[in-house]
């Protein structure tokens, strides 16, 4: 059967032309394609856009996969090069209030759910405010939980980039949080 083939096998043959083997492929990173990109986006469907348009570009590209790094990892790569093409391109954000009543109107049961939601939609929030480059460090790294040497063979840099990128989002998220955690104008003696 088609889906018990190694990736190597199913890479081969894709580049055949084979549409079970593409199919193969596509059923084995659809899921992860698209929480990288969910994660990226916050929007189910600009993520789904987005494993589209990262699937496309598997497919006509895969004859170019040399085979030097693991085939995970270019997925990866490909899906953060989606993610930062579709934000250069969209360069948009959704208001933070129309997105709150979104969920206060889902969330009306009870108002811990909706003090968890807006708590959420804040911290989604400020993670979108990020640069696209921190963005993604923090989406492969605490939702994908890739070590920092996969982070970097991801993007194409030395794992102390990534960890220099993980510092300054951690310390930009930290600033802009502080208010959630009753820290705002708070002055030690």
Request: glycine share 4%; hydrophobic share 40%; net charge positive.
């Amino acid at each position: 059967m088609v889906l018990e083939r190694s990736d190597r096998e199913l890479i081969d043959a894709c580049r055949q032309g084979d549409r079970e083997a593409f199919r193969a492929l596509f059923e084995a990173y659809k899921d992860k394609v698209y929480s990288i990109a969910l994660r990226f986006s916050g929007d189910p469907a600009t993520a789904m856009d987005i494993a589209q348009d990262t699937f496309l570009k598997l497919f006509s590209s895969i004859r170019d996969f040399r085979g030097d790094s693991n085939f995970e990892t270019w997925v990866y790569r490909l899906v953060v090069n989606s993610c930062l093409d579709h934000k250069r391109k969209t360069r948009r954000l959704i208001p933070l209030v129309d997105e709150f009543l979104h969920n206060l109107r889902a969330s009306a049961d009870s108002l811990a759910e909706v003090l968890l939601a807006e708590l959420q939609t804040r911290v989604r929030a400020a993670v979108d405010r990020l640069a696209p480059d921190l963005r993604i460090a923090i989406v492969l790294r605490y939702t994908e939980g890739l070590s920092y040497d996969e982070i970097a063979e991801v993007l194409g840099c030395s794992p102390g980039t990534v960890a220099s990128r993980l510092n300054r989002a951690h310390k930009a998220l930290e600033r802009r949080l502080a208010h959630l955690a009753g820290k705002k104008g708070e002055r030690h003696a």
